[in-house]
């Protein structure tokens, strides 16, 4: 048998214009431009409260407008990519080749060569990705273009050695009393380049700590 409950009413209950409209607690901030609910009269005059705010929505950690402060890592990274760079700039114009002829001896600069000028261009390049990253530059492109100057800087060093090893071999073919050697400035660009393409390695960007 059926259990009879009474009348049920489907309605919302009638609220009197004069009773209070109670809201959800105040979150601790509100964002700029949302404001509380206010409650609105119907057409019938009864009081209706908008639907509150959903607070935990604007429960969340306020965001710093600027970037955090760079990693001071990276700021020391920077500095060894710059001081790299500027080694590499010098020993362009030092000696990379010497010679000696019994009474005949010298040497020969890179930038005389022409590769060093190639060097010159990636170093500058280098130490002006080095100064950015050094300053708190964090995009990952400063990182590719470091990476990218550096690679310039060993792919010439790496040439430049194995084609004084053949000049050197073919003057001993020819009978040419005249040793040839590579110069201490190119074996500065050589270790400078590698230097700094290891840091461009362990430089971290946000791409990277992800």
């Not at 009864?46 to 760079?70: F, G, N």
């Not at 500095?79 to 590499?88: E, H, N, R, Y």
């Not at 114009?93 to 020969?108: C, E, H, I, N, R």
């Not at 500058?124 to 990952?140: D, E, N, P, Y």
């Amino acid at each position: 048998m059926p259990i009879d409950l009474g009348p049920m009413s489907v309605g919302e209950p009638a609220l009197s214009v004069d009773a209070p409209v109670s809201y959800p607690e105040r979150p601790p901030y509100l964002p700029a431009g949302v404001a509380l609910p206010v409650p609105t009269a119907d057409v019938g005059g009864r009081a209706r409260a908008r639907p509150p705010v959903d607070w935990p929505l604007y429960d969340h950690p306020v965001l710093p407008d600027h970037d955090p402060d760079p990693d001071p890592n990276n700021r020391l990274i920077g500095i060894f990519i710059v001081a790299a760079a500027l080694v590499v700039v010098a020993a362009s114009l030092l000696p990379w080749v010497t010679f000696d002829g019994g009474p005949v001896g010298g040497d020969s600069s890179g930038w005389f060569r022409g590769e060093g000028k190639i060097t010159v261009l990636a170093g500058i390049v280098l130490a002006g990705a080095g100064g950015a990253i050094a300053a708190g530059g964090r995009q990952l492109w400063l990182k590719l273009v470091a990476m990218v100057a550096s690679v310039m800087i060993i792919g010439v060093f790496v040439i430049d050695v194995v084609d004084i090893s053949m000049e050197a071999d073919e003057l001993l073919r020819q009978g040419t009393p005249v040793d040839l050697d590579q110069g201490y400035g190119l074996w500065m660009v050589g270790i400078a380049g590698i230097c700094a393409f290891v840091l461009t390695l362990v430089e971290r960007t946000p791409y990277s700590r992800a």
